[in-house]
């Protein structure tokens, strides 16, 4: 848990890593150099690509906790829940609810032609 502590700390100072805003958000050459440079620096048995999936599983996580109802109809959330939903708020301003598509039923017989 303190490993995942100061991945978070480092997260918060390296804004490029979660703010599409930035210029170099995608930037294929730096990013992994930068997950890299934290695999090291924790001194985790993780390399730098199993860190960003441990990251956005974590991130994932949170933004399913936001969407959960509060009230007598929520299921009780656990610790880590709680913790997840903390130490992550600092990504609320960059994430944001992909709002769900439906599929529309048409008529075919109104837009069908036959023809002999």
């Not at 399913?64 to 600092?90: C, H, I, M, Y």
Request: net charge positive; charged share 30%; aromatic share 12%.
């Amino acid at each position: 848990m303190e490993q995942q502590e100061a991945m978070v700390d480092w997260l918060k100072s390296n804004e490029l890593l979660y703010n599409k805003k930035f210029q170099s958000y995608k930037d294929t050459k730096k990013n992994p150099f930068l997950w890299e440079k934290i695999a090291e620096v924790m001194g985790v048995k993780l390399n730098g690509d199993e860190l960003k999936i441990l990251y956005n599983s974590l991130r994932t996580r949170y933004t399913k906790l936001k969407k959960t109802k509060s009230g007598d109809g929520a299921p009780e959330q656990s610790d880590r829940d709680e913790w997840v939903l903390n130490r992550f708020s600092f990504l609320t301003p960059f994430t944001y609810e992909v709002k769900k598509r439906t599929v529309v039923s048409v008529s075919i017989s109104k837009h069908c032609y036959i023809y002999n």
